[in-house]
């Protein structure tokens, strides 16, 4: 089974995210031997964006939620660093501000999500509303409650105009994040992340991880599925994403448009070697192959110029 379909929650599931290990990475052993396959998917994702961007049929929009350094950013480094900026935005959801606020929660996300062609990643996302919104009482339950289906009327909009939406859950256990908190200590290029208020959030981590059980089990379809991905492995975590993701693309059957131009007369008239080589006619015989008629066209058109010129002398 690939990671996928084992790692999808299945629409209508009710999701126990204590029953999930945090830890586990399948049959994979460890970030040595599986790092030419991390290689190899980067390299398709790189492949597969550039066909969408010169499709421009359809658009990505991947959504990353985590509990905090749960590595939505070591992610995006990682594996979303195979896409060309060119074609892929990457946007991140802090606390809204007041205009945000002055507007519905979907105002500020809409407008971000990605065009034809592009692929956008959302660092934080519309999730936020029913995340650390219901767990801090930042708006009345019987608003909060009422947006689970708002979010999959929106999810089922966007996907029903050409959007193909994924969304991650990176998922690691209290002990791994303790951890990864203390590491900050030890690397200086880490240091700048250490926040007070993580060590608060961490006070509500049973609230935080109903309020993610009660949006993973609402919000997956098939149209828009939660991949809650094992994430104490960072090199697992990005082994799944970057899997999951080349299969999304791949499953979309793009492909390159047909050339607007006739390539040969193109070739013959600016690259008459690679024409000749390529056994093409050089481009005097095109010239003379032009049909009669419309030399002859030319020259009516010359004539006509000639008398209104005489017409207005
Ligand atoms: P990150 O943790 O994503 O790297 P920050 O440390 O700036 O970035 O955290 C962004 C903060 O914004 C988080 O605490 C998050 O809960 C908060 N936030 C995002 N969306 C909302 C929202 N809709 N309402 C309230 N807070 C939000």
Known sequence: ?????????????KVNLAKIDAGYHGDYEDEGTSQAELDKYCRRLSELQAVMYAENKHSLLVVLQAMDAGGKDGTIKHVMEAWNPQGCSVVGFKVPTPEELAHDYLWRIHKMTPGKGHITVFNRSHYEDVLVVRVHNLVPKEVWSKRYNEINAFE????????????????????????????????????????????????????????????????SFNYAPWYIIPA?????????????????????????????VDLAAIKQLY?????????????????????????KKGKKKGKKKKKNKKNRS
């Open 1 to 13: 089974m690939s990671l996928l379909d084992e790692l999808r929650v299945k629409p209508g599931s």
């Open 156 to 219: 089922r909009q966007l996907t029903n105009s050409g959007t193909t939406l994924v969304k991650f859950f990176l998922h690691i256990d209290k002990e791994e994040q303790l951890q990864r908190f203390r590491d900050r200590f030890e690397e200086s290029d880490k240091q700048w992340k250490i926040s007070e208020s993580d060590y608060k959030e961490r006070e509500y981590w049973d609230e935080y991880q109903q309020a993610y059980m009660d949006a993973l089990s609402k919000c």
């Open 232 to 260: 104490n492995h960072k090199w697992f975590r990005n082994l799944a994403v970057s899997q999951i993701l080349v299969e999304t693309m791949e499953g979309l059957k793009m492909k390159y448009p047909e050339p607007s």
């Open 271 to 295: 690259h008459a070697e690679v024409a000749e080589a390529s056994g093409l006619p050089p481009v005097e015989a095109v010239v003379k192959e032009i049909p009669k008629d419309k030399v």
